[in-house]
């Protein structure tokens, strides 16, 4: 039995962080602390956790951990979705403004509600008694996909409605457009391309497919924002106009957007288009034209829809961000990661003020898709800051002269081995030397966890590079100390002290150094497991694709991730120039001994914060005492370590039965002190 005062405790903490909530992600007035926030929901999660029966699917606890689903099932949408009819003109908008009247038999004119028109993907979110039960895509307008789960790690959505102001429908289906902002789609298309993954065309493009992720994991790790702007089946609340309804849903922690206008005609609705086609640059997301809908729900039930849009509402399109020109040429350009990106190289076009002459062709899959060639006609898009991309090509005005681009199987940096590993759509170099990565590559052999080398920054590795002393990082062994004294703010104290850091990293540990070469898909975790299999460089570049599977941890795209790597002569040269540096290359030999303890032969996984280790010090004293640390949750695995604010893995072992213990049962098992 829960105490009594545990369960008030737990529902005061769900209602004062939905309204914290609320007055971060809605109201952007937040009225506590970050730090005291995450109290709240640290409490929340522990009496949660300590009371499994408190479960709640609407909790705030529950934005983020849903399992992976195979496919979205259909929700059908009770009223349907309707697509609006476009307007690209002003006389257009008159028209209709005409023809609503001659429909509703009156020459007075008609009020309106003006709305930026939202560029992002359409969602119905369903409200029983306060609490969100369903969220769907708009599909094709009848039935949609359910994205339930995903809905749910929308900081901005409430997960249950507030009533202080306005009481609660019995139902509401709320209607609005999931989107991302223009400096969140920025920075996630920089993070994309560090990680060698191809980026979004566009925001709505991110928006849609990181709503549309079987992973709410990934969902909840996009930068998602929402605004709703209609309703379609209510009971328990009537609604008099458009107006009122935008006026309403915010009271319930519905984030409507600040920029519509009551307009007491068609020429107030034409203003605030021409307004607002002005001001788009300066919004911080995208919209690309002006929703104009009558503002009385009487006269929208009268005037009705036809076919799949409604009569009493029209989308005034903006000018188009678009141009036609001629794709003079297609190269290829290495990014810090090594990843190769496609840009077209254009005939100089005026977008959108800016003078456009190169457009992103994302990867190799996306050129034969719109079949891209050089020579061909194109539509360009500029869409605010964002990289121009080629939209498609204009196939009436080829003349046979066009040329098919052929991927490079060499990179045209450095001349290094090209590789696509199965599953992915970038290509990339693998050489660890290639100029376009080598200053990533470097702070990454330098880094902690790596060969942890002091003093080795971002500044000072890209002094280094810049002034050619490093071309490799195995040039790093080569350094002398007035190389380095002369450097910008490095005198002989910095430089004798860097030189020292460098020479203690030679005897750092086989799988550090596994680590610090930066083979794609190769973690701290599997550099660790290569290390005790092979016990060698050298016989882990002699391994096969077919031995590496054999490896539990290890499948088809990592296994030909570390064959292609050891296929490239110039990371062989590398390997050998730091041997001869003396970077140790073999795992130190050890008096094999027998060890017998509680965890021989366990396969055991963290999750969550510890207290008393580090993540990669717990996986090496689980490894020292004979049990195999593993990253995932399997039905093999023999118990799950918890630690503080746990993620999926708690979930998935608890729904297989696996045994989980606390950090604290885990140093009695092992026989340490706390």
Known sequence: MVPDEIRKRVEELRKEIHYHNYRYYVLNQPVISDAEYDRLLRELEELERKYPELYDPNSPTQRVGAEPVEKFGTVPHTIPMLSLSNAFTEEEVVEFDQRIKRMLGTSEDIEYVAEPKLDGLAIEVIYEKGRLVVGSTRGDGFVGEDVTQNIKTIKSIPLILMEDEEPIPERIA?????????????????????????????????????????????????PLDAFFYAVGEVVGREFKSQRELLNTLPKWGLKTQPYSRLCKNINEAIEFHRKMEEEREKLTYDIDGVVIKVNDFGLQERLGTISRSP?????????????????????????????????????????????????????EDEIKRKDVRIGDTVV?????????????????????????????????????????????????????SCPAKLKGGIEHFASKLAMDIDGLGEKLVEQLVDKGLVKSVAD??????????????????????LINAIEASKDRSLDRVIYALGIRHVGEHLARVLAKRFKSIDRLREASYEELLEIPEIGPKVA????????????????????????????????????????????????GALKHFTRDEAERKVEELGGRASSSVSRKTDFVVVGENPGSKYDKAKKLGVKTISEEEFLELIGEKP
């Not at 730091?578 to 021989?600: D, N, Q, T, Y």
């Open 174 to 222: 709320v209607r609005g457009e999931v989107i991302m902002h223009l400096d969140d789609f920025r920075e996630l298309n920089r993070r994309r391309e560090e990680e060698g993954e191809a980026p979004f065309a566009n925001p709505r493009n991110a928006a849609a497919g990181s709503l549309r992720q079987l992973d709410p994991r990934i969902t909840a790790s996009r």
């Open 311 to 363: 009569r009493w509402a029209v989308a005034y399109k903006f000018a188009p961000r678009q141009m036609t020109t001629k794709v003079i040429d297609i190269v290829a350009n290495v990014g810090r990661t090594g990843a190769i990106t496609p840009v077209a190289i254009l005939e100089p076009v005026p977008i959108s003020g800016v003078t456009v002459s190169r457009a992103t062709l994302h990867n």
């Open 380 to 432: 360009v898009q500029r869409a605010g800051d964002v990289i121009p991309e080629v939209v498609m090509v204009v196939k009436e005005k080829r003349t046979g002269r066009e040329r098919e681009f052929k991927f490079p199987e060499r990179c045209p940096v450095c001349g290094g081995k090209v590789v696509r590993l199965p599953d992915e759509a970038i290509h990339r170099c693998i050489n660890i």
């Open 476 to 497: 790093l062994y080569y350094l002398r100390k007035d190389e380095v004294s002369a450097l910008e703010r490095m005198g002989d104290k910095s430089a004798e002290n």
């Open 560 to 607: 030909e991730s570390i064959v292609d790597f050891f296929s490239e002569r110039r990371n062989i040269e590398v390997i050998e120039r730091l041997r001869k540096a003396g970077v140790r290359m073999e795992e130190e030999r050890k008096e094999e001994v027998a060890v017998e303890s509680p965890l021989s032969g366990k396969t055991v996984v963290f999750t």
